[in-house]
């Protein structure tokens, strides 16, 4: 087991909506298909998510190519609405998203525990492509 410090990564962008709107294209199914890849050779066939304080989530991530894929889940810590969503990914690291409204804008940070098989840059690019994706379908979306 490893004891050594763990590096935390943080990515942030500000999406040009409501919180309200923000948080319901974060957190439901219908929308996280939608946005939860990092380019445009992958999607999210499947979300699942019971967002409460012990619920899990899963959401898979795949190669549009069908090349590779993966399951990306964990269990909430804790959940505010509009606020901050916290949790525990399948492999023990935390993870912790805000959301800030600021009048019809929301500033959304998220801040994970990095893992040591991938260099820290390339983890931080990924996240922050798929927020840059989130960004990107929450400003551009006219669904509800």
């Known amino acids: 087991m490893e004891t050594g410090n763990k590096v935390t990564i943080t990515v942030e962008t500000t999406v040009h909506a409501p919180v309200e709107k ?11 298909t939608k946005w939860s890849f990092a380019s445009e050779e992958w999607h999210a066939p499947n ?16 190669a549009k190519d069908g090349s590779f894929g993966f399951d990306f889940g964990g269990v909430y810590d804790e959940v ?3 606020e901050c969503i916290s949790y525990t990914i399948g492999d ?3 993870v912790t998203i ?6 019809n804008d929301t500033k959304v940070i998220e801040a994970f525990e990095a893992e040591t098989t991938n260099p ?6 990924g ?9 990107k379908y929450s400003e551009n979306s006219k669904e509800t």
């Open 80 to 82: 505010r609405i509009n």
């Open 98 to 103: 805000t959301f800030i409204s600021q009048e």
């Open 22 to 32: 923000v948080w319901d294209y974060w957190t439901e199914p219908q929308h996280i």
């Open 120 to 125: 820290i840059e390339m983890q931080k690019a």
């Open 127 to 135: 996240f922050q492509a798929i927020l840059d994706n989130f960004k």
């Open 92 to 94: 023990g690291r935390k």
């Open 47 to 62: 979300a699942e998510n019971d967002l409460r304080v012990g619920g899990r989530f899963l959401t898979r991530m795949e």
